[in-house]
């Protein structure tokens, strides 16, 4: 199982299909691909910490790949990074920020922090650098799912963080009215008011991570 054939999938799911012969296939084949092909997978992670430039697809990889690695903890929060923030002692939790995403590349909200702590920090090649990353990121995710408009176009995501920084960063909420998650398809409903005052719904799929902390 190549990556091409992974790709050409993940274009199929964006338009055909009924969401649980989606969900099945999409994950199925990301199984597939990490177990068959778990050295390209390390060759995209090691190409994305060299700084080399990663397709939409390698960025599509990188980020579900993840979640089938024994590294992915859904519900990790860095509580100790989370403190260091909080008391603005800024250069320390970068440096542990730093070796978090080491562990973890495929987390918005990490780049999303280290990108906000290297500018103010003055690091600002850097902080460009983890703001490409993290711009490409995103939007390798809501292409790879859908448009999040829907239930049948819900964007897959890998956590709740993700989740917020998605609505944040992408659909420009404001605030968010209210949230709806139903067990009976790991569909998590989200109302949001966005930065023009527009009320909308916005739909992501938590499958991936109901089937991992299931199973913990």
């Known amino acids: 199982m190549n990556k091409l054939k992974f ?40 190409s994305y910490f060299a700084g080399q430039e990663l397709s ?21 929060v860095n509580k100790s990074v989370d403190s260091l923030i909080d008391a603005k002692k800024y250069a320390e939790a970068y440096d542990a920020l730093k070796k978090e995403h080491l562990k973890d590349p495929s987390s918005l909200q990490i780049l999303f922090d280290l990108m906000g702590l290297a500018f103010v920090l003055e690091k600002s090649d850097e902080g460009q650098q983890y703001q490409k990353k993290y711009i490409n990121l995103l939007l390798a995710i809501v292409q790879a799912s859908g448009d999040g408009l829907s239930r049948e176009n819900a964007i897959k995501v890998n956590t709740v963080r993700d989740e917020f ?10 605030s968010i009215v209210k ?34 902390t299931s199973a913990q």
């Open 56 to 76: 939409a697809d390698d960025y599509t990889l990188l980020y579900y790949g993840y979640t089938f690695t024994d590294a992915y903890k859904p519900d990790f």
């Open 179 to 212: 949230k709806e998650f139903s067990s009976s398809d790991s569909i998590d409903k989200v109302t949001i008011k966005d930065s023009e005052g527009i009320v909308k719904d916005v739909f992501f799929d938590f499958t991936r991570y109901v089937a991992v």
């Open 7 to 46: 790709i050409s999938l993940a274009a199929l799911i964006l338009t055909f299909g009924s969401l649980c012969a989606q969900d099945d296939a999409f994950y199925s084949e990301v199984r597939g691909f990490m177990s068959e092909s778990r050295p390209e997978y390390d060759k995209i992670v090691s």
């Open 165 to 174: 920084q998605i609505l944040s960063s992408y659909f420009r909420a404001s």
